[in-house]
């Protein structure tokens, strides 16, 4: 295993008021990336990272010499998912095409996380145009399975302590998976409340800017610094949310053996006092699949017409398969799959408000962590939450018979990120006591 604890909140704070060292930190991170990135391939290469690290951080000392002014990430390194554009930096999509053909503006959430002091690590692997086709990143708690993805790089540098936050982006599942393979907390806000401008686009519907972190105090303050309109909440935790499961054909696509751990989460959560009601939703999630899938296939090959045509040959397999595919959708088919994600959330909504719930908890994956890196896994357990917009985060939940990790995913009404959170923070406590 190649697993290091690390706490964004814990960190930040020491960064800031000095009591962490910002050029010890940054050495002590090269020397870890130096003795595990070889097994871990979580990184895109930069050999002299730990030269120009050290030279952003005495420009960030020289710019904030008195630590009552320093800014919330004062020192913190951020890895960046290698579809979002970063000044300094090449953005290759995890693709053989061409790099300039991504060359724009810095994205608009990296400009946010520089702002709030944070020193970019560097970019993360993710899998090709941020889909199916895998890359090269190994699981650190068990190097012989995947880490997930698309956000592969970010998930795994989050687990092995590269750095303490990371960008993803989930177009299916790439946040929501990822964290609950590593064993680590993975946000995915409602959709657009982290701005989005700046990435290469996989469907532009569908594209959420996600989160990595291994606390829940962390990833409140990376959320708000990055999501609009961030309200800090304590009213959420005066009492325990009442948590429905959506029984029935959505549950059915996970595994025997994921089922029986949730069903043993569900039991351990009981036992803590939450109410759990179990409520029928989601009998169409057939439906639901393929039209979340025609819809990003559609609007990939919006994206990428003019470049499929001239690059054809550098597409993998699965990626040629999705464009062609998306290039038979016409446009009102289109127009109309557009919408499904709107009449999705409030369906889910009425559900709730019938139902009297206030989160929904489900399995984070169909299973833990497959053998291999010719697959990332399935995203299937993510999709209708990402279909809907709706905000959803993962949370470490034990660990499956092998030693690998499992997680819980709790979703909520579009816009409640905050209480998302705040909920979020008495779950996870729970939980790391499962076995």
Not at 130 to 136: E, M, N, R
Not at 310 to 327: D, F, M
Request: glycine content about 8%; proline content about 6%.
């Amino acid at each position: 295993m190649y697993i290091k604890e690390i706490s964004l909140a814990q960190l930040a704070a020491s960064l800031k008021s000095g009591h962490k060292n910002i050029f010890d930190y940054i050495n002590e991170t090269c020397d870890l990336i130096d003795d595990v990135e070889p097994y871990l391939n979580a990184l895109l290469p930069e050999p002299e990272r730990r030269k120009r690290l050290l030279k952003e951080a005495q420009d960030l000392e020289n710019k904030f010499p008195n630590p009552d002014k320093r800014p919330a990430l004062y020192g913190v390194l951020t890895g960046i998912k290698d579809i979002f554009s970063v000044e300094g930096f090449a953005t290759q999509a995890g693709s053989k095409l061409p790099g300039e053909l991504f060359s724009a503006p810095e994205a608009q959430s990296v400009k946010l996380i520089k702002q709030a002091g944070a020193l970019i690590l560097g970019k993360t692997v993710t899998t090709e145009f941020a889909y199916f086709h895998p890359g090269p990143t190994r699981n650190p708690h068990n190097l012989e399975h995947t880490p997930g993805g698309s956000s592969s790089g970010s998930a795994a540098a989050v687990a092995a302590g590269f750095c303490p936050l990371a960008f993803g982006t989930q177009t299916i599942g790439s946040v929501i998976r990822p964290a609950a393979y590593c064993g680590i907390i993975g946000f995915k806000p409602s959709y657009n409340r982290i701005p989005a401008e700046g990435l290469v686009y996989f469907s532009m519907t569908s594209d959420h800017v996600g989160l990595f972190t291994q606390d829940i105090e962390g990833m409140n303050l990376a959320a708000s610094v990055l999501c609009t309109d961030w309200q800090t909440i304590i009213t959420a935790k005066e009492r325990l949310p009442v948590v429905g499961v959506p029984e029935g054909p959505y549950l059915e696509q996970a595994t025997p053996e994921a089922l029986a751990a949730f069903e043993q989460q569900i039991k351990f959560l009981e036992t803590k006092g939450y109410e759990i009601k179990r409520v029928g939703v989601l009998e169409n999630i057939g439906d639901i699949n393929d039209r979340h899938r025609s819809l990003g296939a559609a609007e990939m090959a919006q994206v990428h017409r003019l470049w499929y045509q001239k690059y054809k040959t550098l597409y993998s397999g699965h990626s040629a398969q999705v464009y062609e595919k998306g290039e038979k959708v016409t446009d009102q088919e289109l127009a109309q799959l557009q919408t499904k994600g709107l009449e999705l959330r409030e369906s889910l909504a009425n559900s709730m408000a019938q139902a009297g719930i206030d989160l929904w908890i489900s399995p984070a994956a169909t299973d833990w962590a497959p053998r291999g890196l010719d697959s990332t896994g399935n995203p299937i357990m993510n999709l209708p939450w990402t279909h809907a917009g709706m905000p959803a985060i993962s949370l470490p939940a034990g660990k499956a018979d092998n030693g690998l990790p499992l997680g819980i995913q709790v979703s909520a009404l579009f816009g409640d990120d905050e209480r998302l959170l705040s909920w979020s923070d008495n779950i996870v406590k729970v939980l790391q006591n499962i076995r």
